[in-house]
Nanobody, 115 residues
Framework: QVQLVESGGGLVQPGGSLKLSCTASESILSIDMTSWYRRVPGEERKLVAV???????NYADFVKGRFGISRDNAKKTIDLHMNSLKPEDTAVYYC?????????WGQGTQVTVSS
């Protein structure tokens, strides 16, 4: 059972940057994939960014060019680097990984973009 703990959320002004970190309780060397999702109240959770086992990445159109996903196997962390933040990026962000066909989720961290 892998436990995921997100950190780094908070309040940021429009145009600002924020880095979210997700720390896993076990090694992430053998994961199938890892991703970040976000959810706005009243809406379904949406995929933001994904990284496969081989390191290839893909992003939702609404964050492409502004967000970046990275992974540090030694630290067991998956980061989401968010730049040029907009008020519509306000959401709860969730870390996710899949290992051996099993999905694991963090509890979420709130990001609020507001002046």
């Amino acid at each position: 059972q892998v436990q995921l703990v997100e950190s780094g959320g908070g309040l940021v002004q429009p145009g600002g940057s924020l880095k979210l970190s997700c720390t896993a309780s076990e090694s992430i060397l053998s994961i199938d994939m890892t991703s970040w999702y976000r959810r706005v109240p009243g809406e379904e959770r949406k995929l933001v960014a994904v990284m496969t086992r081989t390191g290839s990445t893909n992003y939702a159109d609404f964050v492409k060019g502004r967000f970046g996903i990275s992974r540090d196997n030694a630290k067991k962390t998956i980061d989401l680097h968010m730049n040029s933040l907009k008020p519509e990026d306000t959401a709860v962000y969730y870390c996710h990984l899949r290992r051996w066909g099993v999905d694991y989720w963090g509890q979420g961290t709130q990001v609020t973009v507001s002046s």
